[in-house]
């Protein structure tokens, strides 16, 4: 314990402070999700003949620091190729090979030295002798578990039940009739996840090794006490153990222990470490452990709930809070870890064992906030940043500043990271996450002893690269922007440059008066007045950067942070309008089709009044085509994407960056009539309700934390009432009113003629049977019958429109038919007809050479579209087929017009292509 309390001194005090703010509920209302709401996002699996299952298909189940996915496995070196088994991957999210700088381990490469290490694999079979022949699963959110019913090859069937503990560092699974399962342990090797030879695969790695690696030993197993175990030792310095056992009811407990988190060794050893947890639990029984863990999680849904009148968004939504409190919390010093690219569920053969600071943390850090989580989940962020702040500071190469580099371990240390000081906007970025993490709770103990001292130095760090040019201009050096190119003056830093400046000058000023010198205000206010403008193109809007424009697509979207997430640039002040929607409009008109640009674009769209529908269709572009199990990979496991999305649908119902003024339902289209929320959190720590019905916010719910000045603008225009009266004060007749709140208090308003609301009036609305269980495997996709299809206003013009993975477009002029295009393979749209009537094409892309093939209907045989990579208005002479014929090239879909030159279509993996283009 004393170990324990040394490392996470300087963030205590914070951490409980954040505890006692965000606990406030308001009195007499209570319309969190219920346990059938909740049930109907339950993720269902039906695997009824051997099959292998990979990571973006496997149930999961965590507790921020242990957790499992169970796939099923049919091939070597889990099974014969024949016979059915299940795998637990059993993960620890603070196990990080400790090759640290100066150990003599140290290959001087982050991706080997201190990568996050996978820890192996129980291995589940029938106790029957028999093979699994077919399985059900479903994930229970509401309780935490995994429960699946397993038929065996001879005929009989049993049923498992799997959960982490969420209150103790313990696995539990359970089998009816007990012992009806047998379980081996298998460990992985100890090295970089992308570069592991496993003993027990034989597949080539995807990586070589370094030159001057050496090897981690293997793991020692064993018995001690009736408890198995396998112990690791690492060369750089501690280990971790597996441990399991079973005890009196047939209930196996496993655990994986780390003698050195943070990089700090531990007074005991991991084995030792494990034998403890284990005889900690050895008298219980599963009920025993079962009852606490269901609470927690019961009390989970609580204090937050959404409701909205798209069934797929969600339960896409409920699930993502399970997956954050499964990847991620704080429950004290040995459990509170950020969320990095994969959580506790590590696989073997992955590239990304690490923290990436250009973008991943970051964006999956900003949900919990309007969630209402900000210490449960959202402190784990807080907490890194706070215990590395000297590692942040030794990593910058000028005096009393801090940096951090691209890629990091858990200490922040730069120890051979991406780009390293190229990439300079990584640690501001980090403040203003931090900042948020304050604004969303207004914690004074974040704000003086961590915020403030790491953005004072994070803005020296821009202070000392800064250069001046002719007539007296500030300008930054060449940066790179990330994921597109370097260049000087790069829009990314000068948006992040003027925030830390203007955020700076506000803090000293009005939050933390007198904790600054003349000298440092004078200079952070002309700097900030110097600093060279944006750089901007007439037609294209914000550059890249000096010299360079966006010509290409660009997923990261960082040249747009003036307008998101800095808000240097806003939409409520006239002047930034042009600007804002020409660089919007010229970045979606060739973003690429990953997850967090679309989150980007719709996040961005709702910042714009009147592009409502834009938002919701960027959402559903990357939910409704997704993995069964709202995983996510981009040629690694990466999972800020689905993190980002859901903060995206926040940012649709709920935004509070324009000064502290609360915009509720500010983009939400005009299709969702009715729609919930209760106790959103917002800047300003207010927790806010809201109900729309029949297309009009009825009423709205405002507690405060903090006692800041309240401002709501919202549709509800005409008389309103308020309880209590005195509270409210209307400004215009356009819906925006104030409301009087000290800490504490709440206020309710309503539409004058409508019932004043209640605890049910925030409540989710009743879920529907017939759309309840979408994820999962199979999972429940649309039918063909059910796409909607929609034209635009000309019959000159055709559209296509996405409902889950298949894509529609009504041919007008074409007897009104529909085209249904399936796409749940990127790359190959096959053209299914609708009817009889139909016509229907096959698009085959050969991706050796990027041409792609046409089936001719009257032949049979297969036509050259187009080779190359095509530009939009390029004019085509030699299109080999009849106009209006699209072209697939992935993520980007291509027709010739009649006026001869190409026109394009945006997508993603399965999004809409909403693009009106004039029909050849």
């Not at 397993?150 to 359970?174: C, E, N, P, R």
């Not at 030792?272 to 947890?277: F, G, N, R, V, Y």
């Not at 039918?783 to 429109?801: G, H, I, K, N, Q």
């Not at 295009?821 to 609708?834: E, I, K, P, T």
Request: include cysteine; glycine fraction near 8%.
């Amino acid at each position: 314990d004393r170990a324990w309390a040394a490392i996470m001194a300087p963030t205590v005090v914070a951490l409980v402070a954040v505890v006692l703010l965000s606990c406030t509920i308001p009195p007499g209302v209570h319309a969190q999700y219920s346990r059938d709401v909740v049930s109907a996002a339950d993720m269902l699996w039906n695997v009824s003949a051997p099959t292998t299952l990979d990571w973006l298909h496997s149930p999961y189940v965590g507790n921020g620091l242990l957790g499992i996915m169970m796939t099923s496995e049919t091939k070597a070196p889990w099974s014969d190729g024949k016979a059915m088994v299940l795998r637990l991957k059993i993960g620890r999210v603070d196990v990080w090979d400790t090759r640290v700088n100066g150990s003599k381990y140290s290959v001087k490469n982050i991706e080997y030295d201190t990568p996050r290490l996978p820890i192996g694999n129980f291995l589940l079979r029938p106790a029957d002798g028999g093979s699994i022949a077919s399985w059900t699963g479903r994930v229970n959110l509401f309780d935490g578990t995994l429960t699946a019913t397993i038929q065996s090859t001879t005929g009989k069937t049993f049923m498992a039940t799997l959960f982490a503990h969420a209150t103790q560092q313990i696995i539990a699974l359970q089998t009816s009739p007990p012992n009806a399962a047998t379980l081996e342990f298998r460990p992985d090797q100890a090295i970089f996840p992308a570069a592991a030879t496993d003993p027990f695969l034989s597949s080539s790695t995807q990586r070589g090794l370094p030159a001057g690696y050496q090897l981690n030993p293997n793991a020692t197993c064993g018995s001690q006490g009736g408890v198995g175990f396998c112990r690791q030792v690492l060369l750089g310095g501690g280990d971790y153990c597996t441990a399991w056992e079973t005890l009196s009811d047939g209930t196996v407990t496993m655990t994986v222990a780390n003698s050195m988190p943070y990089f700090i060794q531990l007074p005991q050893n991991a084995q030792q470490l494990a034998l403890a947890t284990m005889a900690s639990v050895a008298d219980k029984s599963f009920s025993d452990l079962l009852g606490p863990h269901t609470a927690w999680w019961n009390g989970f849904y609580l204090d937050h709930s959404i409701s909205l009148p798209d069934p797929i968004l969600d339960q896409f939504y409920i699930i993502q809070l399970y997956k954050y409190a499964s990847a991620t919390r704080c429950q004290g010093p040995e459990n509170c870890w950020a969320y990095d690219l994969n959580g506790p569920w590590l696989e073997v053969n992955k590239i990304w064992a690490d923290y990436h600071w250009d973008l991943n943390v970051q964006v999956a850090h900003w949900m919990v906030l309007p969630a209402n989580k900000p210490t449960m989940l959202g402190q784990s962020f807080v907490d890194m940043i706070a215990r590395n702040l000297d590692n942040l500071t030794r990593s910058s190469d000028h005096p009393d500043s801090a940096f951090l580099v691209t890629t990091t371990g858990p200490d922040l240390v730069n120890n051979g990271g991406w780009y390293g000081h190229s990439q300079t906007g990584s640690l501001p970025w980090v403040c203003n996450n931090l900042w948020l993490q304050y604004r969303y709770t207004m914690n004074a103990t974040l704000l003086e002893n961590i915020l403030y001292p790491l953005l004072n130095k994070t803005t020296n760090y821009y202070l000392a690269i800064m250069t001046r040019g002719p007539g007296g201009t500030l300008h930054l050096p060449v940066t790179v922007s990330p994921e597109y190119g370097s260049a000087a003056d790069t829009n990314y830093d000068l948006a992040l440059f003027r925030w830390c400046l203007r955020t700076l000058e506000h803090i000293a000023t009005d939050l933390l008066p007198g904790t600054a010198s003349a000298f440092d205000l004078q200079r952070w206010s002309s700097t900030r007045k110097a600093l060279t403008p944006y750089v901007t193109d007439p037609e294209q809007g914000l550059m890249i950067g000096q010299g360079l424009k966006l010509t290409h697509g660009h997923r990261h979207w960082s040249h747009l942070f003036a307008i998101f997430p800095m808000y240097n640039l806003k939409w409520s002040q006239p002047g930034d309008r042009n600007l804002i929607a020409k660089s919007l409009d010229h970045w979606d008109s060739m973003k690429p089709g990953n997850g967090f640009s679309a989150a980007g674009a719709s996040i961005y769209s709702s910042l714009i009044p009147g592009r409502e529908e834009a938002a919701y269709s960027n959402v559903t572009l990357f939910v409704y085509g997704m993995a069964p199990n709202t995983l996510y990979t981009e040629g690694s496991q990466c999972n800020e994407s689905p993190l980002m999305t859901s903060f995206a649908l926040q940012q649709m119902l709920l935004q509070s960056w324009d000064n502290g003024k609360l915009l509720v339902f500010p983009s939400v289209p005009a299709s969702w009539h009715n729609v919930s929320f209760y106790q959103m959190r917002t800047e300003g720590a207010f927790l806010v309700s809201a109900r729309r019905v029949g297309g009009r916010t009825t009423a709205i719910r405002v507690a405060s934390d903090a006692g800041q000045p309240c401002v709501v603008a919202t549709d509800m225009a005409g008389d309103l009432q308020a309880t209590p009266a005195s509270a409210l004060q209307r400004l215009s007749g356009n819906g925006t009113f104030a409301l009087a709140l000290k800490a504490g208090e709440s206020a309710s308003v309503w539409l004058q003629g409508t019932p004043e609301p209640t605890a049910k009036s925030f409540a989710p609305f009743p879920a529907s049977a017939d759309t309840a269980n979408h994820f999962g495997v199979p999972g429940h996709k649309p039918a063909v019958a059910t796409l909607a299809m929609v034209p635009c206003a000309s019959a000159d013009t055709w559209r296509f429109v996405n409902t889950s993975a298949s894509y529609a477009s009504l041919a007008i002029g074409a007897g009104d038919k529909a085209l249904c295009l399936d796409s749940n393979v990127v790359g190959q749209l096959a053209m299914v007809a609708c009817d009889a009537d139909s016509p229907s094409q096959r698009f085959t892309p050969d991706e050796q050479q990027g041409v792609f093939f046409r089936l001719h209907e009257a032949t049979g045989n297969c036509v050259q579209v187009l080779g190359g990579v095509p530009n939009p208005n390029t004019k085509v002479s030699n299109w080999p087929c009849q106009a209006g014929s699209i072209v697939d090239r992935g993520n980007e879909f291509w027709t010739l017009a009649a006026d001869g030159k190409l026109r394009s279509y945006r997508s993603t993996d399965a999004g809409p292509l909403d693009t009106c283009v004039a029909r050849a």
